[in-house]
C-alpha cells in the first residue's frame, strides 16, 4: 500500500510540476529589437505598453506591381514586437490577376492560409516522397502547409486574392527557390549543374532576377 502511495504522490507531482512552471513564468517578453535575435528569441523590452501588441501592418494592400504580381507583407517579430515568444506570427499576401507566390519555404513554421478574396490554387510538396498536395482555394477556405515544406500558391480568378497568413513562429523565415537560385553571385557554371538548366535559360533567369554570372 505504501509504495502504491508514494507511486501516486510521484505521478501527481509530474502532473502538477508544468502547470506550476507555467504559473512562474512571465506572462509575455516583447522583443527589444535593438538586441540581437537568439533562438530563444529577443531579449525582452524592459517597458511595455499596449501598442506592443498591437499591428495595423495588415489594413492595406500591398503592390503587386512586380514580376510575380504577388507581395507578401509580413508581421512577424521584427515588425510586431508583440508576438515574440508566443510562437505565432501573421502575414498578408495579395496575388493580382494571373500572378503567383512561386515554389518557397518558411524552414522555421507551419503555415496556414486564409482566403479572404478571390480564388487560388494551392498546394504543397511532400519531403519524403515528392507528392504534390493540391486544391483549389475559395473565400473562406483555409490549408496547411507542413513546417519547411515548399509550397506555392497562384491566382486562378478575374480578380485579385488576399490571404490571411498565420505561422507557428514568431520568425518563420522565407526561401523563395527562383530568388536563391538567380537573384545572386552564384556562379553560372554551378547553377547550370544543380538545376539541369542550359546556360542561356540560366542566363535569362539572372537577367529577370539580377543575379550576376
Do not use: W
Request: charged content about 10%; overall charge neutral.
Amino acid at each position: 500500500m505504501a509504495n502504491a502511495m508514494l507511486l501516486i504522490t510521484v505521478l501527481l507531482s509530474f502532473l502538477i510540476l508544468p502547470f506550476s512552471a507555467v504559473a512562474l513564468t512571465q506572462d509575455f517578453c516583447v522583443a527589444n529589437l535593438s538586441r540581437s535575435d537568439t533562438p530563444a528569441g529577443y531579449p525582452c523590452k524592459a517597458l511595455v505598453s499596449a501598442d506592443d501588441f498591437y499591428y495595423n501592418g495588415l489594413a492595406d494592400a500591398g503592390n503587386t506591381n512586380n514580376i510575380f504580381k504577388a507581395t507578401f507583407t509580413p508581421a512577424t517579430v521584427s515588425q510586431f514586437p508583440g508576438v515574440n515568444g508566443l510562437g505565432i506570427s501573421a502575414a498578408r499576401v495579395d496575388i493580382g490577376v494571373g500572378g503567383v507566390v512561386p515554389l518557397h519555404t518558411h524552414p522555421a513554421a507551419t503555415e496556414l492560409i486564409f482566403v479572404t478574396q478571390g480564388t487560388i490554387v494551392a498546394a504543397f510538396i511532400s519531403s519524403d516522397s515528392n507528392t504534390v498536395y493540391t486544391k483549389t482555394l475559395y473565400k473562406g477556405d483555409i490549408m496547411v502547409f507542413p513546417q519547411g515544406l515548399f509550397h506555392y500558391q497562384y491566382n486562378i480568378g478575374a480578380s485579385p486574392a488576399v490571404l490571411l497568413v498565420a505561422f507557428s513562429g514568431p520568425n518563420p523565415g522565407l526561401q523563395i527557390t527562383v530568388l536563391a537560385l538567380f537573384a545572386n553571385n552564384l556562379p553560372s557554371n554551378i547553377v547550370q549543374k544543380v538545376s539541369f538548366l542550359d546556360d542561356a535559360q540560366v542566363q535569362k533567369y539572372k537577367s529577370m532576377f539580377n543575379g550576376t554570372a
